[in-house]
Each structure stands twice: as C-alpha cells, then as structure tokens.
C-alpha cells in the first residue's frame, strides 16, 4: 500500500470501489469475506475511489496491471462505511508499476475478529443491493 495520507473523505454518497476474488463470489452475490481484511492486511481493506477512477478502471488495474484475480467490482459508500464506525481515508500509491492514485483503505482497527466480521457482513449487504458494477451483469431471458 501507499503512504497513508491524512485526507479524510466528505462525500458520503461516494463509491468505494472493492475488487471481489472469485472465491468470495456464490450465485453471483458477495460474501461477508469480501469487505473485511484478511490477516495480511494489517486491518485495512483496500478500495478505490470513485472521485478518482472508475469501476472499469478500478478493474483493470486490479486484473490487468496487478495481475490479481477479479470476479468483479462491487462497492459501498463511504456514508455507509461511516454509519458501521469504519473510518475511510486515502492511501493513494504513488510508485511501482502499477500507480494507483484512487486508492483508500477502510479501516478496521481496533474491531475484534467477531465485530470486523459483522461489519464486513454488512458492508457485503450493500454491495449486494447495488449489485456489480462491473462487468455488467448479464442479462437473462425474462429480465
């Protein structure tokens, strides 16, 4: 990750952009592991900003430049991510191959293993509602 900066979101209607691993995807829905760090995160979930990029954007740097597995891109808002006690900041990451100037981590400090998990379920809720962003889901017959 980058250097923490200490610019604190505004726009609770903004996008966070979550890059989703196939293992966390059923049926086409999330689960809860997909919006809370694992072990190696150091309690900081990665996102990108909407104010700085796009959900294809966001994508393709995970996939393509990162070279990460995707099976999409989903999101939350940062109001909603403020109303769970998740403080959200930049974390924007300025060198290296892959540059990446809309990066911001959600942050889980101080939340027990039982509360991150709660949290994440509900993060995971809302993104489910709003469904992937990107790629477009596809369209099935009667729909």
């Known amino acids: 990750m980058g250097e923490t900066e200490t610019t604190v979101l505004s ?9 989703v691993h196939p293992s966390f995807v059923r049926d086409g829905r999330v689960g809860s592991q997909a919006f809370r760090p694992t072990a190696k995160d150091e309690k900081k979930l ?15 740097l ?10 999409g ?3 939350v ?7 769970f006690g998740l403080p959200v900041s930049e974390d924007a990451v300025t060198e290296g191959p892959c540059p990446d100037p809309a990066h911001a981590i959600i942050d889980f400090a101080g939340l027990s ?3 991150a998990e709660a949290q994440g379920a ?4 809302h993104a489910n509602d709003r ?5 477009p889901e596809e369209k099935t017959a009667g729909s």
Not at 62 to 71: E, G, I, P, R
Not at 78 to 83: H, L, P, R, S, V
Not at 131 to 135: I, N, Q, S, T, V
Request: aromatic residues 8%; charged residues 25%; glycine residues 2%.
């Open 131 to 135: 469904r992937r962003l990107h790629p």
């Open 46 to 60: 990665s996102v990108a900003r909407s104010s700085k990029t796009s959900a294809v954007a966001a994508f393709e």
């Open 113 to 115: 293993n039982s509360k």
């Open 122 to 125: 509900r993060l995971a809720r």
């Open 73 to 75: 891109t989903w999101a």
């Open 11 to 19: 726009d609770l209607e903004e996008l966070l952009f979550r890059q």
């Open 77 to 83: 808002t940062f109001g909603e991510c403020q109303a």
């Open 62 to 71: 995970h996939t393509q430049c990162n070279k990460l597995a995707s099976s």
